[in-house]
């Protein structure tokens, strides 16, 4: 049995009975239908040690090309939009035979194929180091984490049901925020350290456990704050490095396919878990709860990261984008960023006294290559702003960034403040055709028409009264009431408005132009409490 949930019943079953997703997986959306389809996936294998990049001989390890951070000390970070339809419409993630680029999409119908959570995904490119005896000594990384929507008040058997490799974090929108970037160094950046020393020490290899890490990321206003940069240099050992801002997709591991491969197999973890009656069911009927939704996710994510981390080509994410340079220039063929082609590196033009101070070290150290590198320090060449999150849709590529989620108004709209009960007879009627603007977790505010009134049964199916046609095609049954009213920075999730087109009036004693609201004629008017509690299912806790 595939299913899983943080229902006491699910976490009495065994997990040796839960089946290929070692943990199984409930979540969904309110879907009319979710048609099965055969994984066109083969099983994955391990690479075979001795074509595996990502397996290099200790000594290799110990060369001096590689400078002062050799590959089993760099790491990158970044983070990942997750939905929760993984196969609806624009969430394929596939590559197109010939295109120089591969992008991680995350569009799709409904708002459940929109960001619903944020995935933050940090790895190395050595997943193992064979020794010279021939034995092979698998290496730890970092533990994927996941952050929610929310403040985390979620019952104990929740947060027992999660996968126990994913580590959970909280956060109003879902972000990476100076809060929980902080927070992931000292408990995901620390147990990670921690794990590697004591790897190296049962190996018998302590003289190439790291006594630091290279930490390279993207220019996320949390990742370049003081307390989050203090955190990993003093508790984990770690500097860290920021790559070209506006250009992640040119450099950065994650977007090098790492990310991509990490949705793909969530992807064919959903499918696993739809293979099931019972949960295909429980899909099509709208039956799992939103704390079954965060515990899917978790699963789907530890096991597409095991997956990834064992069988992909960890190697050459970072080699690609130029994570794995060496003093000597070796290697620098291979760095193709996405999008690049028959691009050479020219060779440096040194001053005579640079180059004889070069030789000098190298004697030194006893091997005519360069010394090991001392990191200068790197400029983009431009001011950036200080609160950059290195272009927002590199963060969130669902384009669900702070932009679209703060409240906003139409152009030519204003919101009107009074109107007939929506749940009684006439308020309803006198809905349909109006345009709104809802209040939709990950999606931000959309606006959308009115389209019809939704029976008794409709209701009580999909605990929606009216169905809404938004702009971007989407239907969806959504629940209006006085109770939801609401807008501007503090509405809640569920929370929605009635537009009603402006007036332009010129004052003829002014150059100025004032915009007031149209009147509409409608029988006694309701005055609304604008500052009732949102209503409707919101993803958090």
């Known amino acids: 049995m595939l299913s899983y949930s943080a229902s006491d019943q699910a976490l009495a079953i065994p997990p040796r009975e839960l089946g290929a997703c070692a943990s199984g997986t409930p979540f969904i959306t309110s879907v009319a239908s979710a048609p099965t389809r055969a994984t066109d996936r083969g099983t994955k294998r391990r690479p075979d040690p001795d074509n595996d990049a990502s397996l290099l001989h200790e000594d290799d390890l110990r060369h001096s090309k590689w400078g002062r951070f050799p590959p089993h000390a760099r790491l990158n970070v970044d983070q990942v939009p997750m939905p929760f339809v993984f196969h609806a419409g624009g969430c394929d993630t596939y590559d197109i035979k010939g295109a ?10 409904g708002s459940m194929s929109k960001r619903q959570a944020t995935a933050q995904l940090a790895f190395r490119p ?20 996941m952050v929610f929507r929310g403040k985390g008040r979620v019952k104990q058997e929740e947060i ?14 879902a ?5 929980v970037a902080p927070a992931w160094a000292k408990r995901t950046m620390m147990q990670f350290a921690k794990d590697d020393a004591a790897t190296y020490a049962k190996a018998g290899l302590e003289d190439l456990a790291p006594t630091e890490y290279l930490l390279v990321q993207d220019n996320l206003d949390a990742q370049k704050e003081e307390t989050y940069k203090q955190v990993l240099l003093s508790e984990v050992k770690a500097t860290s490095w920021f790559g070209p801002a506006q250009a992640t997709d040119l450099w950065q591991p994650v977007d090098q396919g790492y990310g991509r491969e990490v949705k793909r197999e969530m992807d064919v973890c959903q499918e696993d878990w739809l293979e099931d009656d019972h949960n295909l069911e429980r899909w099509e009927d709208n039956k799992l709860t939103t704390s079954d939704k965060r515990v899917c996710l978790t699963h789907w994510l530890g096991e597409s990261c095991e997956t990834v981390n064992s ?21 620098d063929g291979m760095i193709t960023p996405e999008g690049t082609e028959g691009y050479t590196f020219p060779e440096p033009d040194l001053a005579p006294d640079a180059v004889e101070m070069l030789k000098s070290v190298a004697e030194e150290i006893g091997e005519e290559q360069a010394p090991p590198d001392i990191l200068p320090e790197r400029s983009d060449g431009e001011a950036e702003d200080p609160c950059d999150s290195d272009g927002g849709a590199e963060e969130y590529l669902e384009g669900d960034d702070e932009t679209e989620v703060a409240w906003y108004l139409p152009a030519g709209f204003v919101v009107q403040e009074q109107f007939r009960d929506p749940t009684d007879a006439k308020g309803k009627k006198a809905l349909v055709g109006r345009s709104i603007m809802f209040f939709w977790v990950g999606a931000g505010w959309c606006k959308g028409v009115i389209k019809t009134v939704l029976t008794s049964s409709q209701q009580a199916k999909c605990a929606g009264n009216y ?5 971007d095609g989407d239907k969806a049954n959504n629940l209006l009431s006085h109770r939801t009213y609401s807008w501007g920075d503090e509405a809640e999730y569920g929370s929605w408005v009635l537009l009603q087109k402006a007036l332009v ?3 003829p004693k002014s150059t100025c132009k004032e ?17 009732a509690e949102g209503g409707g299912e919101k993803f958090s806790a």
């Open 311 to 331: 069988t992909c080509n960890l190697f050459r994410y970072f080699q690609k984008g130029g994570l794995l340079m060496t003093v000597n220039g070796e290697g």
């Open 100 to 109: 120089k680029r591969v992008q991680v999409s995350g569009n799709g119908g």
């Open 126 to 145: 050595i997943r193992a180091i064979r020794k010279k005896d021939g034995s092979i000594v698998e290496l730890p990384q970092p533990r994927p984490a």
């Open 467 to 471: 169905e809404v046609l938004y702009e």
């Open 160 to 173: 027992l049901a999660y996968h126990p490799n994913v580590d959970v974090y909280w956060q109003d929108n």
């Open 515 to 531: 915009v007031r609201a149209m009147p509409r004629e409608q029988p006694q008017p309701q005055e609304l409490d604008v500052h």
């Open 175 to 179: 972000w990476v925020d100076r809060v």
């Open 505 to 507: 009036e010129e004052d």
